[in-house]
Structure formats: C-alpha cells, structure tokens
C-alpha cells in the first residue's frame, strides 16, 4: 500500500471506536438568503431570508464528527431549559447518541446566529451564558462523565469557554481518566493551559499556541519550541498544533517530531475544522492507531472539511475516498447519502450553483433517460438524481423488476457526465428527499403534468422552480423488458 492507501483499513476501524465527548454544546443557527436593497429605516442591508437550517456546535460539532466517522460517541453536557436547548436535545438524539443533555433552568443555552446573503455572511447574533456550572449541576456532569468512561476508550474534553469546563472540572476528569488509563485528548480555549495538566493530547491552532507560550509563531521551529515549552510546563503527553494551510506538527513528550503537510483543498469555509480534527484523532486512537496514524488521518479529513460550508461534519466515505485519491466527479464518488448529498450542497451553492432534482427507477438507462438528464442537468448548476431502491421499485413495478440492482443502477447513473450525485431512496415516491434536499429546480418528464409531479407544491412553496422536459418519442424500459421476453419465447 502506499502511504496514505495503508490508512484505509483505519477508518474501515472506526466503527468500532468508542469515544466520551465533554464539553460546551451550542446551537448552531444559519438564516440564509439574498440582499437587494438597503433598509430605509438605517444605513443596513435588508436580508430576504429564504431558508433557515440549524445544527449541532461547538462539543456538538465533535460528536456530529464521530457519527459520520461510524465511530459511537457518548455525550455529556449542559443546556438550559429553553427552546434552543430541546433542539440540541433533539439534535444529539437524531447523531444515535443515547445520552440527553443535563438540563440547568438557570442558565442559558449557547446559541450562534449567522446571517448569510448569497455567499456572505452579514452577521451573527449570539446567546450564551459563561459562567461555571453550579456546585448542584456540576456533580450531575462528574456523575454522568463517570458512568459514560466506562465504556469508552478515549475522552474529548471539547472547551469553547462556555462554563461546563471548569479548571476543578477538568482536572477531575484528567485523573479519573488516567486512573482508567484512558487517553484525554484536548481541544483547548485561552491562555492558561494549566487547567489542562496531565492530558495525553492537546489540539491547539498556531494562533491558540502563540497565546499560551507568550511566543511568536512564524515557522515549525517556533511551533516546535512553543509545544515543548507547553509539554514540559503541563506535563502534558503530546501537542497536535494545527497550522491552517502549513499542515500540521505532532510534538511528543519523548522528543519526537512531525511535520505533516497540509492536504491541497480549495478552502471554503474553516468552521468547526478544529473540531474534525479532534474527533478524527480521538476515534482513531479509540480504533487502535497510533498518533502519528491519527494525526495523519485528521490531516486528510481536515482538508475535506475547510472544502465544506458551515461546521460540516467529515464521512468515512470520503475519507476513504480521499485516501484512494478519488476524484470527487468520478462515479463511485457520486452515489452519496442523504447527509453527504446536504454536505455537497452546501458547497454548491456557496459555489453559485442551482440546485436540480429529478427521480426515477432507471432499471435499462435508454437514450430517453439521457435526454431527460441532460435536460435537467441544464435546467440547474448541478443535479442530483433519486433513485428507487430495488424495494421500492419493487413495490412499483412487481415481481421481476429491477432487472438490474439499486447498485448498478446507481454507478451507471453517476458515470454521466449531466449527473453530480445520486441517492438512493426506499419510499415509494421521492417526497420525503426532496423535503430532506430543498432543491432549486425540481424536474419531470412532459409525461406529467404540474398538479402530478410529486413534491411540486414543496419546492413552489419555498420559492423552487418545477420544469417539465421533453420526452424522446419511441423509448420505454418496461416496452424493452417485454419485448426481450417475446424474443426468448420458444417457437411453437
């Protein structure tokens, strides 16, 4: 295997990783839409809001991570008892975690806002509260913390400065770990790294590095000395400092060091990039790397991420991808899940393009079905293709059908040059993804009408288009199937 190749049957692990996130959690909340024209009230720009979306952030972002990883991640944090913090409720249940935030009535849930027009944001608006947890409540999170170790193998302490991190806290929860020999990794907030004293690994950013050793950061030699200022001041196991488009340095308590390179990457977007990194470390330590492996892979999956919108999260699949050197137009690439889709959606439109939408079964792809996707593709910047799952077309067309897998299906369908992604789906009808999906152009074949394409009155309601193309006479694959069968016919 080549370098990054050998990495593969690591991720392939992460299923079986097993990792206690602790820390700040907050809503993250994106009102997307366009500008036209200034407020007549105030020298402001007036944002006509066209779709809203909100997600996990800060620790949540981490165990956003460890879920599209296929790593099992435990959870325990603190919300209050407010509207925002039975969304992150939510949230946390809808990543397969089992743990329910603890719920303090006197504080209040962190809460991001970020207003975005087109490609810009305008502004963000935060709610938060940062004092430390009470004496009642942080007993509540020691306990939890205690329960949730036993059966994880490695522990995050995800600090943003929120409160639910206390110096008493950590320090807690640092010797209780080593008392179970499990490895803490730290993603840290401020300049005194005191606090972290003990940890097996510390993730700070070259800016983060700078502020806690009082040095200038301006080559790996100034990143080197800093870390091994931290290491022997903290007595801390190993320093992972990131350095944005340099890569990283991995800086160990036994003097070794290493220089990663950073993954080339169009950068979009660096939210929550830290919090990739941190997740992808801790699953690959609890997976049985070691941390040069780990810090390898959270390389990789960072220069995924910083290509995405928002605090995106990083799957197996592309990471697998990404380490087979896979092009992300290729066909194998195509054929995504619903969450990943959203992922490159976000990018596509922070890119400009429309989004398009058509379904079908495509069971024999013919030279209608060509038309028809080469018409939608042109109809939107990019389009995305529903595919009935082999159960659904069953249900559909019968017994017999599909002639050719939910598999096949899908790679012939992802090797067009017109298709960007296909997904496949189980229901019936493809409503419930394009209720998942938003997209900006939904279309058919002229075989139907307006009032008969289903979720026509989705998409128009959020201000979609729907369109209707034009059908190639004299291609139908049931007519082909039915004539194959005439031809098998003995002769009587």
Not at 198 to 210: K, M, Q, V
């Amino acid at each position: 295997m080549t370098e990054r190749a050998d990495l593969i049957p690591l991720v392939t692990r992460l299923a079986k990783a097993r990792v206690l996130v602790v820390g700040d959690v907050m809503l993250d909340h994106f009102h997307y839409g366009e500008v036209e024209r200034i407020s007549p009230e105030a020298p402001i720009p007036v944002l006509r809001v066209e779709r809203e979306d909100a997600m996990l952030g800060g620790a949540g972002n981490v165990v956003r991570n460890l879920h599209s990883l296929d790593a099992q991640a435990r959870f325990v944090t603190v919300t209050g008892k407010d509207a925002a913090g039975r969304d992150i409720a939510r949230l946390i249940k809808k990543e397969s975690v089992k743990d329910a935030p603890i719920v303090d009535s006197a504080r209040r849930t962190s809460t991001k806002t970020r207003y975005i027009a087109g490609v810009q944001q305008v502004l963000r608006a935060d709610r938060e509260s940062t004092e430390p947890l009470d004496l009642k409540t942080e007993g509540k999170l020691l306990k939890a913390v205690s329960a949730a170790m036993r059966s994880c193998q490695t522990v995050v302490l995800s600090d943003y400065g929120k409160g639910t991190l206390s110096d008493g806290v950590i320090q807690k929860i640092i010797r209780q770990a080593a008392k179970a020999k499990k490895a803490v990794i730290v993603d840290p907030k401020g300049a005194d790294y005191a606090r972290y004293r003990g940890a097996a690994l510390i993730t700070p950013n070259r800016r983060e590095l700078a502020e806690a050793t009082g040095q200038e950061i301006n080559s790996e030699a100034d990143v080197v000395r800093a870390a091994r200022k931290l290491l022997k001041l903290h007595r801390l196991g190993a320093v992972l400092a990131t350095r944005s488009s340099d890569g990283m340095t991995i800086v160990q308590a036994g003097g070794k060091t290493v220089h990663l390179p950073a993954e080339t990457q169009e950068v979009f977007d660096v939210s929550g990039a830290g919090d990739t990194v941190v997740a992808t470390v801790a699953a690959a330590l609890a997976g049985g790397a070691d941390l040069d492996q780990a810090a390898r892979l959270a390389n990789v999956a960072a220069g995924i991420v910083v290509g995405k919108v928002g605090t995106a999260a990083v799957y197996a699949a592309d990471l697998i991808a990404a380490l087979h050197h896979q092009d992300l137009t290729s066909a194998e690439a195509k054929v995504l899940s619903v969450d990943q889709v959203k992922d490159r959606i976000g990018q596509w439109r922070r890119a400009g393009h429309a989004i398009g939408f058509t379904n079908g079964c495509f069971d024999l792809l013919h030279p209608g079905h060509v038309s028809l996707l080469k018409q939608a593709r042109r109809a939107a910047g990019r389009l995305i293709v529903g595919l009935n799952s082999d159960a659904s077309v069953r249900r559909l067309k019968g017994d017999g059908r599909p002639v050719q897998s939910e598999a096949a299906r899908a790679t012939v369908l992802a090797s067009l040059a017109s298709v960007d992604a296909v997904v496949i789906f189980d229901e019936r009808t493809p409503l419930k993804l394009i209720k998942a999906l938003k997209p900006d152009v939904l279309i058919k074949g002229a075989d139907y009408d307006m009032s008969s394409v289903v979720g026509a009155d989705v998409v128009k309601k959020y201000g979609g288009t729907v369109k209707l193309a034009k059908l190639e006479p004299g291609h139908s694959t049931s007519a082909t199937i039915e004539k194959m069968g005439r031809k098998k016919k003995p002769k009587s």
